[in-house]
């Protein structure tokens, strides 16, 4: 059974920081490419960042500079360091694993599992 399961969420006061993990099993972690998402009150779920099976990583407009995504295969695990964090910033945090090539990594219907979400909460 593949799962993907995040921790890390929690309470933080606007300008702190923040480490999510995403724990992967029942796959072979390491042919996936690994996405956070999130979705904020109200609003549509969208892309953060991607960090692909060859390490290259691809960040939203809004996290880029911020936000840092990286992956240790050895311990089926992808990250997200947030740091700089905004009150508009706080949602429901997800991960997501696709075996597909894409030219944007930023499309949800790409993503066949996907974690239960984290909660982040920025305080102001």
């Known amino acids: 059974q593949k799962q993907l399961v995040e921790s890390g969420g929690g309470l933080v006061q606007a300008g702190g920081s923040l480490r999510l993990s995403c724990a992967a099993s029942?796959?072979?972690?390491?042919?996936?490419?690994m996405a956070w998402f999130r979705r904020a009150p109200g609003k549509e779920r969208e892309f953060v960042a991607t960090i692909t099976r060859r390490d290259e990583t691809v960040y939203s407009d809004s996290v880029r500079g911020r936000f840092t995504i990286s992956r240790d295969n050895a311990k089926n695990t992808v990250y997200l360091q947030m740091n700089s964090l905004k009150p508009e910033e706080t949602a429901v945090y997800y991960c997501a694993a696709s075996s597909l090539v894409s030219t944007t990594w930023s499309v949800e219907s790409e993503y066949m599992y996907w974690g239960q979400g984290t909660q982040v909460t920025v305080s102001s």
């Open positions: 029942g796959l072979t972690f390491s042919r996936y490419h």
